[in-house]
C-alpha cells in the first residue's frame, strides 16, 4: 500500500518532538484538537475523600439545630448567633444534602509558637479551594445519563454552575465569609471540627441539592429514585497542593513519604 505522504516529509515528522508527544500520549490529532488548552494532562494522584449525602423528602418535618461556627456570613455581616443550647429546632427544605470530609492528612497540625492573632497556631496546610460536584441521573426509558456539574469555591463559599464558570463566578453572591486560599485550614472555621458540621461549610465542603429541576430534566423519573455523586477537589494555586512538585515516580514517593512522616509526628 502506498503512503499518500512523501518519504521524507514521513521521516523528517517521525523524529520531531511534536511526534514524539503524540506516540507517548497514545492519542490522534484528531483527538488532540479537541483538548481543552487549560486541562492538565499529566499524571495526577487521587486521594479518595468521604462522602455523605442526606435526603429530606418533601413534606418531612424532621427539626434540626442549625451550627453555623465562624464562617457562615458573608463579608461585612456579624457572626450569626450560635443557637440556644435547648432550641426546638426547624425543618429542613427538601432535597439532597452533601457533604464531604477532607483527607485526614490536611487536618493535621502541630501547636506552634506563632505571632498574636495568627489564625493557624496549629500549622495545618492549606485545604482545597476547589470543588466540583457531578450529579448523575439515569432517566426512565432514556438512553443516555443526566449529567448536572456546579463549582464550590470554598475560599469565598460560592456556587457557580458548571457551564457558567468561572465567567459568573463574580456576580454570584457569597453564603459565607471570604478566606484566603492559603488560610483556608482544618482550624480556621473557629473550631478544630468545622469541617465536619454540614452547616460550617455549605459552599465549601457541603452544598444542597433542592432536585428541583427534576421534572424538567427528567419527566418520567428515574431509574430506581436514585441519584450519584461525583466529588473532586483541587487548589486554584498549584503551590499550595503538597503533591503539585512531585512530577516522577521517585520524587512522588519521597513526597508521600515526607507527608506520612509529618502526619505520623504530628
Known sequence: MSSQFPPDAVKKAMISPRWSGLVRLDTSVDALARWDPLLLRHSRVLVPVDVQALYVAQGDTTPFVRLPLGLTTPDGQPPENMPDPMADGVKREPGVYLQWAPPDALLRGTLQSVPDASSNRLGMPPLPDRWVVLRILAPLHGTVPIVTGLVLEADTAKMVPLD?????SAATPA????????????????SVNWT???DAGVNRFAFHDP???LPTLAPNGVVDDQASYLVAGWWSDPKLDPLDAAETAASLASTISDVACSSMSA
Open 175 to 190: 453564603s459565607g465569609k471570604t478566606i484566603a486560599k492559603d488560610q483556608l485550614t482544618g482550624a480556621i472555621g473557629g
Open 164 to 168: 457558567k464558570w468561572p465567567a459568573a
Open 196 to 198: 465536619g458540621i454540614y
Open 211 to 213: 432536585l428541583t429541576d
